[in-house]
């Protein structure tokens, strides 16, 4: 009988000699076979413990696993999220197409955003005092702010004068009261953005600017001129005392980690105009398309896909490091940890069934930063960790000299992790220092690199919104095609909630200094230790 692309998978992993400089001395075609380009995007793949019959396999087990089928259920709005009943449309949401339900609804949102940014920055948008709002503090927790935080940031070139954009996340008073520092009551506006309108942070930092904009002057019914909210939870908007008017959609069809192409970007059109909004949604529209229609051999966020999966289940690979070459693009990491740690990190599979391995951990920094840090551990530490270089081809800056700079340590750290350093180049090396031979040869093992580890380098051609777009419904595509793979439901997040649910008790007991004989007995250890009145 004839094996299963998994066993086959197994069998190539155990029985093959894998050499990543014996694939490219066998091949000397490889750095041309194994690159992909698409919406702007190019994608070098050689540096992978991958041949022809890996990849055919990965594409069996893709067609085994009806992947063709699962996009098109994706784009056509199936219930791919089966424990919340739910499709997930975000596809929608960058469609700049009115023929389904959903597409009518986004294309009013995004017609309502366009003149709350046109207000805003032609200084239309008056605050209590009559002064217009210079100052927008975007208030939302996970989803409701990583994504636009990270595209602010990696567009701030692009950011029109006149208006500044902040962010609030984090519960510590110390987040909202540094960021308010710098700000003036009549001038600012908050935005709440939290789909349930329920979120622990975002509710308490919210009620903190309310109290903030009462403090300094501002009545109640004026309130309306200095907080908007983005929801799902119209009711608890209102409730809070947002105004109808001022309350922008989202819908139980988009995942938080997936919204920042709804309103829940409101803050990016703000700070960068709705033209430039309108290009990020072109991009990742182009790369919809993309992945919809591109065979799986030549599909980036496929092969992205397999090459991960082939390290996580085979290779028996535990993390992946982001690190994207380029300072813009430093929030790129954090936010790429929601989207896929939220998205792949389960237990069971679609049908409950506990499965042994899924998603890994993500982590980087932006390079070249993380050279003089962690990149040690990449070259010589044990842990076999494949990394995703992200550089981008058009200098970011008019400093080329630097940007040359740059992307040759970039291109150079793929070269070493590659390549490494023999124990007799190392020896040579010293010696041709005046080192003797036999310290020569003690100090090598030191300094030796094994090498022959994997690497993608990812290059967009320019760091702007439709690029920016592109890539990253380049790792949103990639991720549900890990889900498939995986057979996990990659749009819930239920692990989150037990922590949500204990907070509350806890909070209760840390204000009156009381234990729960229920808890074990840490918790009570360190609700004693940290209670309010042990602060008074
Ligand atoms: O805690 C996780 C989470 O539920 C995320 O999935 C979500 O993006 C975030 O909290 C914020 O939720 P909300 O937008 O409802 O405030």
């Known amino acids: 009988m004839k094996p299963s692309p998994i066993e086959r998978l197994k069998f190539l992993k155990k029985n093959w000699r894998w050499s990543l400089r014996r694939l ?12 992909l380009d698409g919406c702007g995007i190019s994608l070098d793949f050689s540096k992978n413990h991958l041949n022809r019959e890996a990849l055919q396999t990965l594409e069996a087990y893709s067609n085994e696993r009806q992947l063709p089928e699962a996009i098109e259920r994706l784009f056509t709005g199936d219930i791919v999220n089966p424990s919340e009943n739910r499709p997930a449309l975000h596809t929608a949401l960058r469609s700049n197409s009115q023929a389904s339900d959903q597409e009518l609804h986004v294309s009013q949102c995004l017609a309502q955003m366009a003149t709350i940014v046109e207000t805003i920055t032609h200084k239309r948008w008056p605050g209590f005092q009559s002064e217009p709002i210079r100052t927008v503090v975007h208030i ?7 994504g636009p935080r990270m595209v602010c940031h990696a567009l701030s070139n692009v950011q029109q004068d006149g208006i500044e954009v902040h962010f609030v996340a984090n519960v510590d008073g110390a987040d909202i009261e540094d960021t308010l520092k710098t700000c003036e009551p009549g001038t600012t506006l908050f935005i709440v953005a939290s789909k349930s309108f329920s979120t622990l942070e975002t509710m308490a930092n919210a009620n903190y600017a309310k109290q903030w904009l009462l403090e300094a002057g501002c009545e109640a019914g004026e309130l309306h001129r200095h907080m908007i909210a983005v929801s799902a939870n119209i009711d608890a908007a209102m409730n809070f005392g947002i105004k109808r008017e001022n309350i922008l959609p989202m819908w139980d069809w988009v995942g938080g980690r997936y919204s920042l192409w709804s309103a829940i970007g409101l803050p990016i059109a703000i700070a960068i105009g709705m ?24 599909n980036i966020p496929v092969m992205l896909a397999w090459i991960t999966y082939w390290y996580s289940q085979f290779w028996d690979v535990k993390s992946q490091a982001i690190l994207p070459y380029a300072q813009r693009l430093s929030k790129l990491p954090a936010y ?18 506990a499965i042994k391995k899924s998603g890994i951990v993500l982590w980087g920094t932006e390079g070249t930063n993380g050279q003089h840090s962690f990149h040690q551990l990449l070259h010589q530490g044990t842990q ?13 800056t008019s400093n080329l000299h630097q940007h040359q700079l740059l992307l040759s340590c970039c291109i150079s750290q793929s070269q070493a992790l590659l390549n490494g350093k023999t124990e007799a180049d190392a020896i040579n090396e010293l ?18 690199i094994a090498g022959n580890k994997p690497s993608n380098t990812l290059i967009m051609r320019r760091l702007d919104p439709l690029h920016l777009g592109a890539l990253i419904a380049m790792y949103e595509h ?9 057979e996990i439901n990659p749009f819930d997040q239920w692990g989150v909630e037990l922590g949500k649910q204990l907070s509350g008790p806890i909070f209760e007991g840390l204000s009156q200094g009381k234990t729960q004989a229920t808890w074990d007995l840490s918790t009570q250890r360190l609700v004693r230790e940290l209670s309010k009145k042990n602060h008074c």
Do not use: C
């Open 275 to 298: 033209d430039h909004f309108n290009k990020l949604l072109a991009g990742g529209r182009a790369m919809d398309e993309h992945f919809r229609s591109q065979p799986f051999s030549q």
């Open 336 to 353: 790429l940890q929601q989207l896929d740690m939220e998205s792949l990190g389960k237990s069971v599979n679609i049908q409950g069934k």
């Open 384 to 396: 076999l960790v494949p990394v995703d270089f992200i550089a981008v081809k058009e200098p970011m």
């Open 478 to 486: 990639k991720v549900y095609t890990l889900g498939v793979m995986l």
């Open 24 to 35: 490219f001395e066998e091949d000397p075609k490889r750095a041309d076979k194994f690159w």
């Open 140 to 146: 939302g927790i996970g989803g409701s702010d990583l």
């Open 431 to 448: 010696k041709s220092q005046g080192v003797s031979t036999e310290k020569a040869r003690k100090l090598a093992k030191h300094k030796a």
